[in-house]
T-cell receptor
Framework: DQQVKQNSPSLSVQEGRISILNCDYT??????FLWYKKYPAEGPTFLIS?????DKNEDGRFTVFLNKSAKHLSLHIVPSQPGDSAVYFC???????????FGAGTRLTVKP | GAGVSQSPSNKVTEKGKDVELRCDPI?????LYWYRQSLGQGLEFLIY????????KSGLPSDRFSAERTGGSVSTLTIQRTQQEDSAVYLC??????????FGPGTRLTVL
């Protein structure tokens, strides 16, 4: 069951511009959301997270926005850099729920 | 560094053979997770350990899959009578309480 969906398998942006990666979820019990970044031949690495009590969390060039009513979150990267090129996974977890559900990932390519 | 390690990094096997995948979590991390990523798919939750016990085995796709964890540390994922659809990257992650998961580099399994 696809409880977390990333409908764009790929995204290409120019260096310096904004990258916006989107994620939708169906389970209203999810209350903690994370973004992971994955380079080829490496495991995913944690990037940024947001609790359901907030609607925005910012960390340097990365900002995650959460719209609970729409069950939608997005990751903004600005300005985008070539080193940001990777696959980005959205993940969600419910309170006291120990497994996370991941989206299929979006491959971001930042062109110099 | 003292990250999550997995072995082997690559495994090629013939259909019908058994395989064993190993995960060494970060020292002190009580929670350990197994996921797999099939081609073009997101991260699929398999099983979660808290200490040596597995309170959630709901993600194991069939009874050919089993996992154990000993000493609250190393975990092995065993796939019996492998099938071609088992081909995937198997990822292990560990975490401390209330922190994000740290992933290993994964084991790429190819079943011929």
């Amino acid at each position: 069951d696809q409880q977390v969906k990333q409908n764009s398998p790929s995204l290409s942006v120019q260096e310096g511009r904004i990258s916006i990666l989107n994620c939708d979820y169906t389970n209203s019990m999810f209350d903690y959301f994370l973004w992971y970044k994955k380079y080829p031949a490496e495991g995913p690495t944690f990037l940024i997270s947001i609790s359901s009590i907030k609607d925005k969390n910012e960390d340097g060039r990365f900002t995650v926005f959460l719209n609970k009513s729409a069950k939608h979150l997005s990751l903004h990267i600005v300005p985008s850099q070539p080193g940001d090129s990777a696959v980005y996974f959205c993940a969600a977890r419910g309170y006291n729920n120990n497994d996370m559900r991941f989206g299929a990932g979006t491959r971001l390519t930042v062109k110099p | 560094g003292a990250g999550v390690s997995q072995s082997p990094s690559n495994k090629v096997t013939e259909k019908g053979k058994d395989v064993e995948l190993r995960c060494d979590p970060i020292s002190g991390h009580t929670a350990l997770y197994w996921y797999r990523q099939s081609l073009g798919q997101g991260l699929e939750f398999l099983i979660y350990f808290q200490g040596n016990s597995a309170p959630d085995k709901s993600g194991l796709p069939s009874d050919r899959f089993s996992a154990e964890r000993t000493g609250g540390s190393v975990s092995t994922l065993t796939i019996q009578r492998t099938q071609q659809e088992d081909s995937a990257v198997y990822l292990c992650a560990s975490r401390e309480v209330n922190n994000e998961q740290f992933f290993g580099p994964g084991t790429r399994l190819t079943v011929l």
